[in-house]
């Protein structure tokens, strides 16, 4: 059977586990869930001039995530997501002795708006994100990676402020 003891840290754990919840509810903190966009965004077509930026999916994806359906036809949506500026790239941050690159800064600009039956719901937005990650010559491939891995992390955030953006309005 349980101890005394036993019964005494099970009772204050008890007490505990409400108490710090209530604590953290206090404080502002809220787990992560769909972001509730307005109804008049219920069906949402996103204009940009290439389709397969790492942006473009990641906000249709976002946009999918937070109950919305995306349509091609701009006809058939409620609301257009203009992305006006979609731009990644990356710049030499600093060179060794050697005058060979030894860290690079990988960015990505956003200018979008968005429109809603005709009528600007937001006027352009720009973003930009910025990531800085050491080269090393030895590593190419796995360096291309992590290029890569920065870029396609950056758009997720992007498409995740411009849904949070979007819950605002």
Not at 96 to 103: F, I, K, L, V, Y
Not at 116 to 136: K, M, T, W
Request: glycine content about 4%; hydrophobic content about 40%; overall charge negative.
């Amino acid at each position: 059977m349980w101890s005394s003891e036993a019964w005494r840290g099970r009772a204050v754990a008890l007490l505990i586990v409400p108490l710090l919840a209530f604590v953290a509810q206090g404080c502002g903190f809220q787990l992560q869930g769909r972001n509730r966009l307005p109804e008049y965004m219920s069906v949402v077509h996103v204009a940009t001039e290439d389709n397969h930026t790492s942006f473009a999916r990641e906000l249709r994806r976002a946009l999918d995530a937070s109950g919305i359906r995306v349509v091609e036809d701009a006809s058939a949506a409620s609301t257009t997501v203009r992305i006006l500026k979609d731009e990644a790239g990356q710049r030499v941050l600093s060179v060794s002795a050697r005058n060979t690159p030894e860290e690079y800064e990988v960015y990505y600009d956003l200018v979008y708006a968005v429109e809603s039956r005709g009528n600007e719901v937001l006027a352009p937005q720009e973003l930009r994100l910025e990531r800085n990650y050491a080269y090393d010559e030895t590593a190419v491939l796995a360096k291309q990676r992590e290029e890569q891995q920065l870029r396609d992390a950056m758009a997720r955030d992007l498409a995740s402020r411009v849904i949070r953006r979007l819950a605002t309005l």
